[in-house]
């Protein structure tokens, strides 16, 4: 598939900046070292992709490789962090990655070589920020009024790709194939009815399209194509990743409706909580027709889509995802 350009800013590929503009986005510290081949770790200390080594990967050690797929949700997806700290703490490295939505930005992240205590550290500090998170949401907002007049906006509307612009790490590279893992990112097509998938050319777009969510953000065009959230298709993508590696690891976040079972909802809420309907529904038939290797469920159930201030309570809800990761990946590997 051609890939058209970003239209965000040129960016440097792989390097930290030495005064940002947003600092808890830039990662700290984070080593600049040349990238290992997928799977293979280096030898003490981080791998070469920045990941925390503990023991040899799957791979190196003439094991099973593992593939990670990480799914649509919004603010439940704070809970793949905590999946992706385990792999970090067993020494493990993916050989692909796949995500949707809010799994397509945590992969391209972990994919790009950032540690997952990173990528919590920098969540964490972000949006504990609120009034700097609601000053990005609104320089991302699409406030033009031939967009609005034109029945492309709307007074909450975001732009997704200035969405990214405000809130991707600067560590992500521009294109797919710098990243230290290789990923794959779902959107859907929204005039051809179908998935669309991207794993070459530029990361940002195809990631803004993945996390398009009708009725709250614009669509993107990209690719030739007209794009919104990849959960409208396939909310959690390990379907792709079954060439990629031995053992398939899903991380499903559509999930239920925790303990509030009566009452009729806000408009608000009714929208995106169907949404999260369809995805569970999608999630539910593909498993019919064939399971990953390893499935796992994060108890976030009680958190709204877009409850991300809440990220101190859905990190503190999914830490024993850790173990179970840890404990699920052990028997497997032996």
């Not at 830039?26 to 920045?50: E, F, T, W």
């Not at 791979?59 to 799914?71: E, M, N, Q, S, W």
């Not at 498993?287 to 859905?314: C, H, M, Q, S, Y």
């Amino acid at each position: 598939m051609e890939e058209t350009p970003a239209r965000s800013r040129p960016r440097p590929a792989k390097t930290s900046r030495a005064e940002p503009s947003r600092a808890e986005l830039s990662p700290a510290g984070h080593p600049d070292a040349p990238q290992a081949s997928p799977g293979v770790i280096a030898s003490g200390g981080r791998d070469a992709g920045g990941h925390e080594a503990g023991t040899t990967s799957p791979k190196r050690a003439g094991g099973p490789t593992i593939a990670v797929a990480l799914g649509s949700g919004g603010a439940r997806g704070l809970s793949h962090i905590l999946v992706l700290e385990a792999l970090d703490e067993l020494g493990l490295r993916p050989t692909a990655m796949a995500g949707a939505s809010i799994g397509a930005f945590f992969a391209a992240a972990y994919a790009a070589g950032m540690p997952a205590r990173e990528i919590r550290h920098i969540v964490t500090a972000t949006l504990r920020n609120k009034g700097e998170v609601m000053r990005r949401l609104l320089a991302a907002r699409v406030g033009r009024l031939a967009d609005l007049f034109g029945g492309l906006g709307n007074p909450v509307l975001i732009d997704a790709e200035h969405f990214i612009d405000g809130f991707m790490p600067e560590m992500v590279p521009q294109n797919f194939e710098d990243l230290a893992i290789p990923l794959k990112v779902v959107a859907t097509d929204y005039w051809g009815r179908c998935e669309r998938m991207f794993e070459h050319g530029a990361i940002r777009p195809a990631v803004a399209a993945s996390l398009a969510i009708p009725g709250l953000m614009r669509p993107v065009v990209h690719g030739g194509h007209t794009l919104v959230d990849g959960g409208a298709v396939n909310p959690l993508p390990f379907d792709q990743l079954r060439a990629k590696a031995d053992i398939v690891l899903a991380v499903d976040i559509t999930g239920g409706h925790g303990t509030e079972t009566k009452g009729v909802p806000s408009p608000f809420d009714a929208m995106f909580a169907t949404l999260q309907i369809m995805a569970s529904s999608i999630v539910g038939e593909k498993l019919k027709a064939g399971a990953p290797d390893i499935l796992i469920r994060p108890n976030v159930n009680d958190f709204r889509v877009l409850e991300f201030f809440r990220a101190t309570a859905i990190l503190k809800a999914s830490e024993p995802v850790k173990d179970e990761v840890k404990r699920r990946l052990e028997a497997v590997l032996g």
